[in-house]
């Protein structure tokens, strides 16, 4: 009793301190303050237009993870310092028939972002009572709210998005909680116009959005969409109703988990108790730059062994043939729209860590910086070159009798000798394809 007492008193005086800091730093004013070091800056990373059009082609199924910043509107006042998270899932589609918001396959496997059948966003709220989560059509309503580059964002277009969610019934089946400005919790048009629009969808007209996107195959979106329906169902036809909570079940915790059921990562516990969580936090932006160590990792290419160490690795590695460092594995950072005459138009990103330390700021700044991670063609030649090495030192290491020795790794690397040599084929086919999509599509042109 004597020890736990002890560890109850330093947690406690550590949080005290954490937050007294953080307090300090968000009560603190000026472009000096320490805050300012937890900040991305546009000078800092590359912005970076993907050639889409390519990818669609090469990848018929993905899923992208996004962390958007804090919005500030112009009237209405400031969201949450530590922003929104967010999931975009190509190859997934709205089940438009369905009594509140579920998911099913999309009809066709898409090749552009115009395509209505492309895939669908997703996005946790905090004033959802009888789901978790709601689905928004489309690449382009989800991130730009369908408003073209250099055109400016007005009421009236901010209106016309407005107006078509409602036609759309994007939110048909879904209460909420009483929430700020409303009448009462059926307010519709309130709850767009002050806590839907940039941050469920058009999340570009607020936000600046950081993503991190890994394609996937068919029956990995299966899970992924499984996980989603069941816990929408939860709340729609059990007796619970959803609570968000920022330490316990917020935004990040359903993006997260609807990916650990691919078994693309571990899950996120919601059920700790709340000394626990408080110390291992849900914040957007850190979970953008988790997934994207996770995606740039070399060791599972490199050794076999490192697979086996890791729970979720080694179960997608068997079950989907699948690691999350591969070809078409990529970053992506989308500005806040501008001109805008609704929001505030600084670039900004917040990670909550230690202002002295500055880790994960840090590697976001090193990730969204490397063309590797942000270019379709830098990065398959990337792969190119690093299956070429894997297979050549594969062979080099090779031992002529290993069909008759004992080894407890002999099916693995077998195993992991087929991926490799299967990546290496499929990632020479997609150079190829690259090559002739950029051969018809000359830069004057895009």
Known sequence: MKRFGRRFWWALVSLACAAAGLAALVGSGGADDLI?????????????????????????????????????AKLTGEGGLAGHAVMYLKGACRQEDAPYPQLRHCRVAATSLDDPEHGVGISVNRWFKNVNWVAIPGYHLFFDGNLKAGEPLTRTQFEAVEQQAIVGGLYRGVAFHQFPGAESDADLHVFLERHAIGTDFALQFARTVFCARL??????????????????????????????SVWADNCVHTVRNALAAANIWSPLSVRAIKIRQIFNLAIPANEFVNLAELMTQDDDIGDYRAILDDGPRRDAFHEFDWLPTEPGALLKTLPVHAPNELYDTSFRLFTL?????????????????????VDLDANLQYFAKKYDAVLARLDEERDTMASVRGTPFRRVAQLYGEYIHKQRDEVRTMEGV????????????K
Request: one cysteine or more.
């Open 36 to 72: 300012a070091r937890l900040l991305l800056k546009p000078g800092h990373i590359i912005i970076e237009q993907r050639p889409d059009a390519a990818y669609e082609r090469l990848f018929p199924y993905y899923v992208e993870l996004c962390a958007g910043s804090q919005f500030r």
């Open 434 to 445: 690259f090559a002739s999509l950029e051969a018809s599509n000359p830069p004057a042109a």
């Open 353 to 373: 860590q230690s202002p002295f330390l500055l880790g994960k700021t840090q590697r976001a700044i090193d990730l969204l910086s490397d063309q590797r991670f």
């Open 215 to 244: 394609p996937v195959d068919a029956p990995m979106l299966d899970q992924v969409i499984s996980f989603l329906n069941d816990k929408n169902r939860e709340y729609a036809e059990g007796k619970a109703d959803y609570n968000w």
